[in-house]
């Protein structure tokens, strides 16, 4: 496929999960949007840097790839290490920074320029690729994402309480509503689907359904 599918929405709304079957099931290329963030988070906490020009000029120095759904800072594969909670906690901060937004929507847009992608994040439907070809935004609520979030953790041996999690998502998704540049935001012409209660197979045969309607069912 040579074009771009964008794949918006909060936390724990199941993006991730279902862009990456959606892009193997149409033989695309995933591209994790969030784990850039963390990434350039990552790295401001590894440098202890806090104020905002310390944090730009990291940014902007930073070498971010993907290879194999995995990520690569400054060549060092830190997938497994973004995901902490000291990320988690100050990602939505680290993401408000225009300066910090505009040097990985220049990254993104490099990424997808000759189609093929499926990006999730924040702002892809609305600011990265305004020109995709299919746009969704995931949702569902807030009790169901922190539960999925919760699981989620406690499956992979982080120690955290059900409270802790739901809080985290309330902040993240009130912070990256609210921020001034670029913030979450549904795409006038993006197709809405609340997740709430329907299982990832579910979800991946909804949007596989628009495409292949959009596409004349050529698929
Ligand atoms: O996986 P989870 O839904 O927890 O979050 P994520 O997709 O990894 O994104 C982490 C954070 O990065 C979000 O809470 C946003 O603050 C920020 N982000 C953003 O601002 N714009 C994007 N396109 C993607 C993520
Ligand atoms: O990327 P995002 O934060 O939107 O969510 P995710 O990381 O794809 O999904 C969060 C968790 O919810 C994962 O453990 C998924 O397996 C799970 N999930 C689910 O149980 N049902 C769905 N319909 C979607 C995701």
């Known amino acids: 496929m040579n074009f771009n599918i964008a794949i918006d929405g909060p936390a724990g709304a199941g993006k991730s999960t279902t862009a990456r079957i959606v892009a193997d099931k149409l033989k695309m290329t995933y591209v994790d949007t969030g784990a ?5 988070t990552l790295l401001t906490i590894r440098h202890n840097k806090t104020n905002p020009e310390d944090v730009i000029k990291l940014a902007s120095e930073a070498k971010i ?3 194999e759904n995995r990520i690569y800072l400054n060549g060092e594969d830190v997938t497994d290490e973004i995901r902490n909670l000291a990320v988690t906690e100050k990602v ?3 993401a408000a920074i225009p ?3 505009a040097a990985l929507t220049k990254l993104q847009r490099q990424i997808a320029k000759n189609g093929g992608v499926v990006m999730d994040g924040r702002d892809i439907g609305t600011t990265v690729l305004p020109d995709a070809k299919y746009k969704f935004y995931l949702t569902a609520s807030v009790k169901e994402r922190a539960c999925r979030r919760y699981n989620e953790l406690i499956s992979k041996g982080y120690k955290v309480t059900f409270k802790q999690v739901e809080k985290d998502i309330i902040d993240r998704d009130y912070q990256d509503k609210k921020r001034d540049f670029s913030p ?4 006038d012409d993006a197709i809405i689907i609340d997740t709430t209660g329907k299982t990832i197979d579910e979800v991946v045969d909804e ?6 309607k959009g596409e004349g069912s050529v698929l």
């Not at 949007?207 to 292949?212: A, D, P, S």
Request: aromatic share 8%; charged share 30%; glycine share 4%.
């Open 184 to 187: 979450m935001a549904i795409a």
């Open 92 to 94: 939505s901060k680290i």
């Open 36 to 40: 850039m963030y963390r990434a350039i």
């Open 207 to 212: 949007i596989i359904g628009c495409i292949k």
């Open 99 to 101: 300066e910090v937004r």
């Open 65 to 67: 790839d993907f290879k």
